[in-house]
C-alpha cells in the first residue's frame, strides 16, 4: 500500500495512500480509481510504452531479481492445512472403491496413480478431491464434482496463477515442458511416461508461471483442450510469449475433446520433440 504514483488524477492528492500493489501477482488498483489491473497495465501506465515494451521490461533483470525471486507461496494456516489434510487423505478400506474411485479407473487411471498423487474422496458431496502442492506445501483442493455443476471447485483464495499444478513431480526430460489446463489432464500424461508435464489450472498463463516454466525447460508445449477457450488460451500464450522461449502444441486429434481421451501418444507429443532438437 503506497501513495497513488499517478497524482495528476487526483483533485486534493493522494495524502491516504489509496495505492495498492499485491505482492504475488502484481495486480494494481487505486481506490480513487485511477488505475486497476495487472502487472502490464501498471508498467504501461507508469512508463508510457507499449504492451510489447512493457512485457519486455517485466522479463528484464531487474523485475525477475525484483520481483519474481521474491515470490513466496502463500502459507495455509495450520489448522486449516490439517484440514485440507484430512479430506485428500485416502483410506482405500474406509471407502472401499465407491463409485467416485470407479470413475477414474475407468477412464485409466491406475490405483498407484491414484496413491502417489494422494487423490481423495468426499462423502458428503460426492466428488475426487485432489490436492494442491506447491513448492512443498499443500496450497489447496481441487474438487471434481461428479454429480453437480460446477465440475470442478477450488479451494477459496487457492493462488492458481501463481503456481503450477505437478511442479514438486517434474522431472526435466527432453528440453519441453508439457502444460495441461487442468490437473487430471498433468496426472494422465505423467502415468503415461511423460513427466516433463505440468498444469496451469485454466487455459491461461500467468507472468509468474512463465517464470517458473522458464526455469524449467528450454520451451514449451502447449496441450491445452480441444475447445474454444484452449484454442483461445494457446494463441495468447503464443502472442505473449513467443519471443523469449521456443513454443508448440500438442497434435490432438480433433476427436479428442482433450490430453485424458488419448492412449496412443505417437504424434501428438513425440513430433515436437525433434523440432526442439533441431533447433
Request: proline share 4%; glycine share 6%.
Amino acid at each position: 500500500q503506497c501513495r497513488c504514483p499517478f497524482t495528476d488524477n487526483h483533485r486534493h492528492g493522494d495524502q491516504r495512500a489509496s495505492f495498492y500493489v499485491e505482492r504475488n501477482t502484481g495486480a494494481c488498483y487505486c481506490h480513487v480509481g485511477c488505475i486497476g489491473g495487472s502487472l502490464i497495465d501498471l508498467v504501461i501506465a507508469l512508463r508510457e510504452c507499449t504492451y510489447e515494451e512493457a512485457i519486455d521490461f517485466i522479463h528484464s533483470d531487474f523485475i525477475s531479481q525484483k520481483f519474481f525471486n521474491a515470490i513466496k507461496p502463500p502459507i495455509i494456516a495450520n489448522k486449516q492445512q490439517e484440514q485440507l489434510k484430512e479430506k485428500t487423505s485416502i483410506d482405500l478400506s474406509r471407502y472401499d472403491f465407491s463409485k467416485m474411485y470407479q470413475y477414474l479407473l475407468d477412464r485409466g487411471f491406475s490405483l498407484e496413480t491414484i496413491q502417489n498423487w494422494h487423490i481423495g474422496i468426499d462423502p458428503h458431496d460426492k466428488s475426487i478431491v485432489i490436492p494442491v502442492f506447491f513448492k512443498q506445501q499443500l496450497m489447496g483442493i481441487i474438487k471434481r464434482m461428479l454429480y453437480s455443476q460446477p465440475k470442478y471447485l477450488n479451494t477459496p483464495g487457492m493462488p492458481k496463477s501463481d503456481m503450477l499444478f505437478g511442479y514438486d513431480k517434474y522431472i526435466f526430460t527432453d528440453g519441453w515442458v508439457n502444460i495441461c489446463e487442468g490437473p487430471l489432464d498433468c496426472i494422465w500424461l505423467h502415468q503415461n511416461g511423460y513427466q516433463n508435464t505440468v498444469a496451469t489450472l485454466g487455459a491461461s498463463l500467468s507472468i509468474i508461471q512463465f517464470s517458473l516454466l522458464q526455469k524449467m525447460a528450454t520451451g514449451i508445449r502447449i496441450c491445452y483442450d480441444n475447445d474454444i477457450a484452449g484454442r483461445n488460451g494457446r494463441a495468447k500464450i503464443y502472442q505473449q510469449y513467443k519471443r523469449y522461449i521456443a513454443i508448440d502444441s500438442a497434435r490432438i486429434p480433433l476427436e479428442f475433446n482433450d490430453m485424458q481421451e488419448i492412449t496412443n501418444f505417437e504424434g501428438v507429443l513425440d513430433s515436437s520433440m525433434k523440432k526442439l532438437v533441431a533447433q
